[in-house]
T-cell receptor, first 112, second 108 residues
C-alpha cells in the first residue's frame, strides 16, 4: 500500500520554465491538497480538491494551476516558474473534509 | 481565517525528559490534527483530536475545544522524537490551517 506518491522528488528549473508535479493516492480518498513549505512558515495551502471534479484556491494560489485528473490523481502546474516558488511541495489526501490527512514525501523544487 | 499559534517555537531536551507542546487557535474548530515532521521531511499524522484526550504509547494529546487549545505531551523523550511538530485545525470549510510548528531536538 503506497499511500500518497509524489513525483519527482527533486527538480531544478530556470526562471520561466514550466513543470507539473504529480500526485497519486491509492486510499480511495475523496479530498486532495497541495501545500508548500517554506522555512519558518509552516505549511500553506495552495489548492485543494474536495472531491473528484472540483478544485478550489487555498491561501497562496497565485502562479499555480491544478487538475484533478480522476479520483486518484491531483497535479500541480507551474506555468512560468519564478525564484519565489522555490520551496518544498507536499501533496496530501483525506477521506473527506478536514479529517485525517496523509502526506506524500514531498518535492524539493529550486527555481534559479 | 483561523489563526493558529504554537509554542514554544523551539525546544531542546535531554533523552528521557518530558515535554508539553501547545497549540492555540482563534475560532471554533471541528477538526484538529497533530503531525510530526521527521528530519528527512516526512509528515506523519500523530493524532486526529478535535476534542478530548487520546494516547498512543509515549505520546498523548488533549484538546479543550471550548477554550481553544490543544496540548501534545511527549514522555520519556527519545532521539527519534526530534523533528518539527505541527498542529493543523479546520472549521466548517475544507481548508486546514497549520501552525508554524515546534522544533524539537532531543540529545542523547
Amino acid at each position: 500500500n503506497a499511500g500518497v506518491t509524489q513525483t519527482p522528488k527533486f527538480q531544478v528549473l530556470k526562471t520561466g520554465q514550466s513543470m507539473t508535479l504529480q500526485c497519486a493516492q491509492d486510499m480511495n480518498h475523496n479530498s486532495m491538497y497541495w501545500y508548500r513549505q517554506d522555512p519558518g512558515m509552516g505549511l500553506r495551502l495552495i489548492y485543494y480538491s474536495a472531491s473528484e471534479g472540483t478544485t478550489d484556491k487555498g491561501e497562496v494560489p497565485n502562479g499555480y494551476n491544478v487538475s484533478r485528473l480522476n479520483k486518484r490523481e491531483f497535479s500541480l502546474r507551474l506555468e512560468s516558474a519564478a525564484p519565489s516558488q522555490t520551496s518544498v511541495y507536499f501533496c496530501a489526501s483525506s477521506a473527506g473534509g478536514v479529517n485525517i490527512q496523509y502526506f506524500g514525501a514531498g518535492t524539493r523544487l529550486s527555481v534559479l | 481565517g483561523i489563526q493558529v499559534e504554537q509554542s514554544p517555537p523551539d525546544l531542546i531536551l535531554q533523552e528521557g525528559a518530558n515535554s508539553t507542546l501547545r497549540c492555540n487557535f482563534s475560532d471554533s474548530v471541528n477538526n484538529l490534527q497533530w503531525f510530526h515532521q521527521n528530519p528527512w521531511g516526512q509528515l506523519i499524522n500523530l493524532f486526529y483530536i478535535p476534542s478530548g484526550t487520546k494516547q498512543n504509547g509515549r505520546l498523548s494529546a488533549t484538546t479543550v475545544a471550548t477554550e481553544r487549545y490543544s496540548l501534545l505531551y511527549i514522555s520519556s523523550s527519545q532521539t527519534t522524537d526530534s523533528g518539527v511538530y505541527f498542529c493543523a485545525v479546520g472549521g466548517g470549510s475544507y481548508i486546514p490551517t497549520f501552525g508554524r510548528g515546534t522544533s524539537l531536538i532531543v540529545h542523547p
